[in-house]
């Protein structure tokens, strides 16, 4: 990974400068409020270092899809509210991102004060990475931030755009992101194991394509285990199973074969004859005894405990995904399972964990473990960009 200039380059008193931070505050709601604050909570100390600093805080931001129009239900001063009841601070909102208005905003501004410019992507010229308007923005600032990892791989006036024509930096949240994931796949300790889960092979092709060049390991759970287990001949029965991919999961495992990873499928299962919590018909089964009304649900215990040992012998684990249906109990043993091993051998040090993405993140908090991982990561599409191997634009322009 290039190197990137983080917060400690900048210099110590930034009394008179104009900092422009990207951040997300795509926050979710119900009626009116903003039901959960994390995004705002992780990127608080970046907000309050700059303004602490002396600096003129001018946050940029995206809220919902707009698409290029004003809409007063997806206005930033939605969430104002919030913002300040986190940074403890008050936060004047401004109605524009660029022209007089906002010119006008920053003069009124103290040093140390913090602005919330408007929704970015009311304008059309945000999500087209127009020049122009990124050099609209960047005259009201002299130095660029960029606290948000789940927007880098978006090249978008706020994300990248800016980034080239402003002094660029990467603010706490991103930094921390970064080195977490450059200690993952970047330049990881082996051997490395990736847990990939999630219904769908055809979601996820990218990622194992990139995963089994990188990995030593490679452990498949979810729906998507039934697509692989269908192209080694096992009738999963009535599971989820794309059986039209059954080629491209057969070249996927030769190429793991090639490269020296080895795929871990489940030799033992939980099925059920219908999906619900706790069904009669449920029972623990060998894959070769799936009968064909039934349907394949979570990863059976002789497996999890088997996929714990190898854990047990890597050094670097990286997660994205459920082992089953875990939002539905009893078929959330093995994600629980394995997730807690996972967390023992990181709080004892035998194990780097990073994991990300939606579900994996509220699978890991239904395990109860998710402080004992190294790094969970919330960003979705970014996440799994940067698991597939591909550049983020985001942070690409940070290290040009």
Known sequence: MALFKTLDDLPKDLTGKVALVRVDLNLPMADGMATDLTRVTAVAPTILELADA???????????????QRHSTMSLSMVQGDVERVLKREIMFIPEVAGPVAKQAVGILSAG??????????????????????RGIAVLGDIYVNDAFSAAHRAHVSTEGLARLLPAYAGR???????ALEKALGEPETPVAAVVGGAKVSTKLDVLQNLVGKVQ??????????????ARGVDVGKSLCEHDLAATAEAIMDAADDKGCTVHLPYDVVVAKEFVANPPSMRICNVHEVAEDEMILDVGPQAVEALGDVLKTCRTLVWNGP????????????????????AALTKEGSLVSVAGGGDTVAALAHAGVAEDFSYISTAGGAFLEWMEGKELPGVAALSA
């Open 323 to 342: 082992m089953g249906a875990f939002e539905t109990q009893p078929f959330d043993a093995a994600t629980v399972a394995l997730a807690r091993t996972a």
């Open 54 to 68: 002396g600096a003129k805080v001018l946050l940029l931001a995206h809220f919902g899809r707009p698409k290029g």
């Open 113 to 134: 004060d913090i602005g919330l410019l408007e929704n970015t992507r009311f304008w059309p010229g945000e999500e087209k990475n127009d020049p122009d308007f990124a």
């Open 217 to 230: 390991h490679l452990i498949i759970g979810g729906g998507m285990a039934n697509t692989f287990l269908a």
């Open 173 to 179: 949240a991103m930094q921390k992101e970064l080195e």
